[in-house]
């Protein structure tokens, strides 16, 4: 019909009747199956819109509840009731104001009755979602006629209300006989809700509460709390804040909850009416400030609020008397700050956040005032929590802990997103616990979810922050007792401020930045809880001496600088505090007696601040440093300058070698680089600060490490000294000395070096060698000391340093020479492969050894013997693997005990390559035969046997390799004979250069054997 | 042609809200949120095992006496509201469908600018500017 309306051109004749004014303005009748007065009416073209409409409303409801829709009459209802409206105000028909109203109203209600007549509550129950809508538009429709006629406000109708009243009951006409008697008809209820205002409530809210109920229970909250709304506005106009409060208070908590902010604004606009009409003050500046701040209001409103809330915070102190909104006072109010500003940041100066006690320390707060103007703070106070740090206080735990200077601090509560959806998800951590005994069982597993209480929090009841009405009380924290940063006067501009506080820092410990309070007045707006944890720590630092190189390595020898560092800490050093050093032998400190040096003050961020003189004192026990007046928390520094005196002797001899040249070249090449030999010195200082004496240790290095070895040939000596430089710097070398420390020179040592300085790079040697010589008597053991002097090779003008190096050499003396000649196959002239020839071996005694040396070589167990023949054992062995030794490879040999007595041994051997091949060795031991058994007979078969234990050292490949592990047997063996009796012989080798092998690194000439080899090479 | 389009996030908080300048925003902001409910409504009656094959498009969610209001949902359950004056009674459900189509369209090109976090709130000018055009036709 109303595209009808539309469609058709303008002053259509059929549509002349409509037009009429509306005069009738009785609902919907649905209880007569036929409207006859209706449908005559039509008939005679005189009905208007509405009863044409309503009787045709009328005959499609009974078929529609005929065919068993009865739902679908609802839907058309409310379909007929707004298009109605709608056509009415299209066509400009004139209609009493509320006329319309009236007729919604009653044929909303028609409508219910006539379907909850036809259905069980069943039924109705599960289609609410149906009829609710009706059920609404009644409500509204009443709530409209209610503020028409003045029946919802606290002084009651005027008469022009009452007029308009008047006119609205006439309209409606008498009641239609159906419903005379229903004491609930729709009629009566418009009638007893117009005619009085406590009627009015009484039917108003029980539709209210009936559509409220109806949405909640078919899940539609949020018309739900609309209704509410519209009951909490009514509340408000009849004088009663309380309840409405309740409702909005609802609705308000949604709307957060969803995050519709004009939606909130709105809402909060209502509140905070409702809150100044209780008088509730804190509450009211609480949601004043939360509009002040609101950006969906304009600026006027927003400084009225603001307004609102300096009034209040300035009235109470000026005037004690009460007002109506103000009760007075004398608490502060305390409100959260949230709304008021935002922290954004912190930041600490310096940016470490950790200073020593004392010093000091800023912290610079950034506010973003929500305020449309600027907002003067009486005070502005961030209390603070103290605690002491566990664990140490001193300056060693500053490293452990970096903060970063600036704490930014997101911001979480705009109104824009809900809290709730900001929050991120679940986090979950999964959980395995393993049985203790075997981890391969697990016991349990699970899911533990570390932010249950952002996660769990209901959306409806959890408390939020932007709750106003709500306003859980916010703790301030007491003034006295905790520390404070308090700055007085600020005023916060609308937008970002920044504020700076000088924090306490006299205490050593951790602070932490607690609350944040602005005082306006008697209002005081806090930040309960500054979240991330912002705190910064003081420590106490005890005074720190250290004494740091001032090279990579201190060298021993050579006059070394080192930094002295002292750290004051705490301790404010004085005029004439002095640093004792007491004096060590080994390594004196290199200053004139009284003497003056620089030394360098530093503040606590190392930059300089000053330089002074020291002076130095030195006695014959302790050096006295007197140091500056230096203030606490600064580092003064000096150099000293020191000498480690070398020690003598300082490296173990290794002679126990049997080839000494082959022997060095290995370990050479096996350590190209060896680790400098370690002296540890302890210095001992008094200071001033502790009755304590500190200890420093101070590392050198031996820059040079010395070998000594004693080369032979024949019966003459040489002493060979390497001197190998293993530290990193170069040296030059003179003086190099060689001298005897017996009493009474028996040696005559000759150099055979070079005269001049010398040159020694790092990581290399310098050899040198002497000629011993003897005048008469032949020493037991030489005692020589190796001496040079030494200075670094950069020096221009160098001055030297000795280095000395003490070592002693024991039997010396050659006892016995050996010549092996190896002799071709019977007439061959040269030995073949694969063919057997003999070596023959010519041990020629040198010494008659009933002298001192042949008894030093017996160690005394030997001279208790015979010393008329020397047993010696002779042993062929072929490292190169190209002898095969045929036969006997080793065996013993008696000496007589003359001078120049020869024994010749001949040992078959056959070798296996041809070529020039080197001499298989041939090694000579003592044998030392056992002391019980001294009076047994040896036989040469039972020794000649390998099976005996004594070989153990004999099997083993005698390499210079095994050189030490020789010397350990040895030992282990002596002792197991002293200890355990175990009467065996044993074998004693020789010291290097007792025994003088002839034919080392001789080498003969072995023919390849008969020519199969060529042939068979031939055929492939 | 519309009075107020509206778009919301799938938590329910409004990601776009736009309504004819002349008129009572707050009263439109009340209308959405409230036809959230219908909303919500519909999309569960629909069911879970025809959640696939649902058609966007939800139709008519309320009839008010001056304003009819109509809903969408896209498949990641954002919302689109068109808040339609009843006395307009030229609009069919095609045109209303079409208008949806476009405004679901230019969410998309929002949706994929680089530059936008999902979840703020949409400040797209081009978005703006469509939106704008479906209300001026309207007078």
Not at chain 1, 27 to 37: F, H, Q, S, T, V
Not at chain 1, 188 to 208: D, G, I, M, P, T
Not at chain 1, 424 to 440: F, K, T
Not at chain 1, 953 to 980: F, H
């Amino acid at each position: 019909m109303t595209s009808l309306m539309l469609s058709l051109p303008n002053g259509a004749n059929w549509l002349g009747p409509f037009c009429s004014p509306v005069n009738s303005w009785t609902g919907l009748l649905l209880r007569r199956p036929i409207d006859m007065e209706s449908r005559a009416a039509i008939r005679r073209g005189e009905a208007s819109l509405l009863e044409l409409r309503s009787y045709l409303f009328c005959r499609q409801c009974t078929l529609l509840i005929f065919l068993g829709r009865p739902w679908e009459v609802t839907q058309r209802a409310l379909e007929l009731m707004h298009s109605c409206v709608q056509e009415l105000c299209l066509l400009e028909v004139p209609v009493v104001e509320g006329a319309l109203d009236c007729w919604v109203f009653m044929s909303c209600l028609e409508v219910l009755h006539r379907i909850e007549g036809c259905c069980d509550l069943a039924q109705l129950e599960a289609n609410r979602s149906h009829t609710v809508g009706l059920w609404a538009y009644a409500t509204d429709k009443l709530k409209s006629l209610g503020y028409l006629c003045g029946l919802v406000s606290e002084n009651g109708p005027q008469s022009e209300e009452l007029n308009r009243t008047v006119d609205l009951l006439a309209g409606l006409g008498d009641e239609k006989p159906e419903t005379v008697h229903s004491l609930q008809s729709p009629y009566k209820k418009l009638k007893q809700a117009l005619s009085s205002v406590e009627a009015f409530e009484r039917h108003y809210l029980e539709l209210c509460h009936a559509a409220e109920e109806m949405y909640r229970a078919i899940g539609r909250m949020r018309s739900a709390w609309l209704v509410g709304k519209s009951l909490a506005e009514f509340y408000l106009r009849k004088g009663d804040p309380g309840r409405a409060e309740v409702f909005l208070q609802d609705a308000l908590r949604s709307y957060l909850s969803e995050g519709w902010s004009l939606l909130v604004t709105h809402t909060r606009k209502q509140m905070a009416e409702c809150q100044k009409r209780m008088g509730r003050t804190e509450d009211y500046l609480q949601t004043s400030v939360l509009l002040a701040s609101d950006a969906n209001l304009t600026i006027e409103e927003r400084k009225h609020f603001c307004q609102e809330i300096l009034i209040f915070a300035n009235r109470s102190t000026d005037i004690k008397a009460p007002s109506a909104c103000y009760p007075s006072t004398v608490q502060k109010v305390a409100i959260s700050m949230n709304a008021f500003a935002q922290l954004m940041q912190v930041q600490f100066r310096p940016s470490t956040a950790v200073v020593h006690s004392g010093a000091a320390l800023q912290v610079e707060l950034h506010l973003r005032s929500l305020m449309p103007v600027a907002v003067h703070l009486e005070q502005l106070a961030v209390s603070v929590h103290f605690s002491l740090k566990q664990g140490g206080t001193d300056g060693k735990a500053r490293e452990t802990q970096s903060r970063p200077g600036t704490v930014l601090f997101p911001l979480g509560n705009s109104s824009v997103i809900p809290p709730s959806w900001a929050v991120a998800g679940p986090s979950l951590v999964e959980v395995q616990d393993h049985s203790p005994s075997d981890p391969r069982i697990l016991s349990s597993a699970g899911v533990v979810c570390n932010n249950t209480h952002l996660v769990m929090r209901h959306n409806d009841s959890g408390p939020s922050t932007d709750m106003p009405s709500r306003v859980s009380p916010v703790h301030v924290a007491v003034d006295n007792g905790v520390q404070m940063l308090k700055t007085r006067d600020v005023t916060l501009l609308p937008g970002n401020n920044s504020i700076a506080f000088s924090a306490p820092s006299q205490e050593p410990g951790t602070y932490k930045l607690c609350q944040l309070c602005a005082t306006v007045g008697h209002i005081q707006l806090v930040l309960p809880h500054i979240s991330p944890l912002v705190q910064y720590d003081v420590y106490s630092q005890d005074p720190l001496l250290s004494v740091e190189p001032l090279t990579d390595t201190l060298l021993a020898g050579l006059p070394q600088r080192a930094k002295v560092r002292l750290e004051t800490g705490h301790y404010t050093v004085k005029k004439g505090d002095a640093l004792q050093l007491s004096n060590i032998d080994t390594m004196p400190i290199l200053t004139a007696p009284s003497s003056c040096f620089s030394a360098a003050i530093l503040d606590s961020t190392e930059e300089l601040v000053g330089q002074c003189l020291l002076s130095i004192h030195s006695s014959e026990k302790v050096t006295r440093i007197s140091l500056p007046p230096t203030p606490s928390h600064h580092v003064l520094e000096f150099q000293l300058e020191m000498l480690c005196v070398i020690p003598l002797g300082c490296d173990p001899p290794e002679d126990l070698g049997l080839n000494e040249g082959a022997r060095h070249r290995l370990r050479r090449s096996s350590h190209p680089n060896e680790p400098m030999a370690i002296i540890t010195q302890r210095m001992s200082v008094d200071c001033p600060w502790s009755i304590y004496t500190t200890p420093i240790f101070l590392t050198f290095h031996i820059p040079f490490k010395a070998r000594h070895q004693l080369l032979s040939a024949g019966k003459r000596k040489y002493i060979q000294v390497c001197l190998q430089n293993v530290s990193g710097v170069n040296f030059r070398l003179t003086d190099l000395r060689l001298t005897e420390t017996q009493q009474g020179p028996s040696l005559k040592l000759q150099s055979l070096n070079a005269k001049t300085q010398q040159l020694v790079c790092s990581q290399q040697s310098v050899y040198c060698v002497w000629d011993v010589g003897w005048k008469e008597d032949k020493p037991a053991c030489l005692q020589c000391v190796f001496s040079a002097n030494f200075a670094p090779a950069s020096e221009k003008d160098p001055a030297f340093h000795p280095f000395n190096y003490e070592f002693q050499l024991e039997r010396v003396m050659t006892l016995y020479t050996m010549r092996a000649e190896i002799l071709p196959a019977a007439g061959e002239q040269h030995c073949r492969s694969g063919v057997l020839c003999g070596l023959e071996m010519s041990i020629t005694r040198l010494v008659v050894p009933d002298d001192d040396e042949g008894k030093a070589d017996e160690e005394g167990q030997t001279e208790e013997f015979p010393t008329t023949n020397t047993k010696l054992m002779y042993k062929v062995t072929d490292s190169s693997g190209s002898w095969a030794v045929c036969g006997r490879s080793s065996g013993l040999v008696s000496m007589p005990a003359d001078a120049n007595a020869n024994h010749r041994v001949q040992v078959e051997l056959m070798p296996l390559f041809s070529g020039h091949l080197p001499f298989p060795n041939v090694n000579v031991f003592q044998y030392l035969p056992n002391s019980a058994s001294s009076g047994q007979p040896l036989t040469n078969s039972c020794v000649e046997n390998n099976a005996l234990p004594l070989p153990v050292l004999l099997d083993d490949q005698v390499d210079a390799a095994s050189v030490p592990r020789l010397g350990s047997v040895r030992r282990t063996a002596t002792g197991e004979q002293r200890s355990g009796g175990l009467h065996m012989p044993r074998l004693e080798p020789f010291r290097p250069g007792q025994v003088f092998n002839h034919s080392q690194g001789r080498q003969v000439l072995v023919l390849p054997s008969v020519d199969q080899h060529v042939l068979e090479m031939n055929a492939t | 042609m519309a009075v107020c389009i509206a778009v919301i996030a799938k938590e329910n908080y409004p990601l776009y809200i736009r309504s004819v300048p002349t008129q009572n925003e707050l009263k439109f902001h009340y209308t959405v949120h409230t036809s959230l409910d219908v909303v919500e409504e519909k999309i569960s009656a629909v069911g879970k095992a025809m959640a696939d094959q649902r058609e966007l498009y939800l139709g008519l969610l309320y009839p008010t006496e001056d304003y009819k209001v109509y809903g969408y949902v896209t498949n990641s359950k954002v919302k689109f509201v068109i808040v339609v004056d009843s006395s307009n009674t030229s609009l069919r459900d095609n045109e209303i469908r079409s208008m949806f189509r476009k405004l679901h369209n230019s969410f998309t090109d929002v949706m994929c600018n680089p530059f936008y976090n999902p979840g703020d709130t949409i400040q797209s000018k081009a978005f703006d500017g469509m939106v704008s055009a479906m209300m001026v036709q309207a007078s």
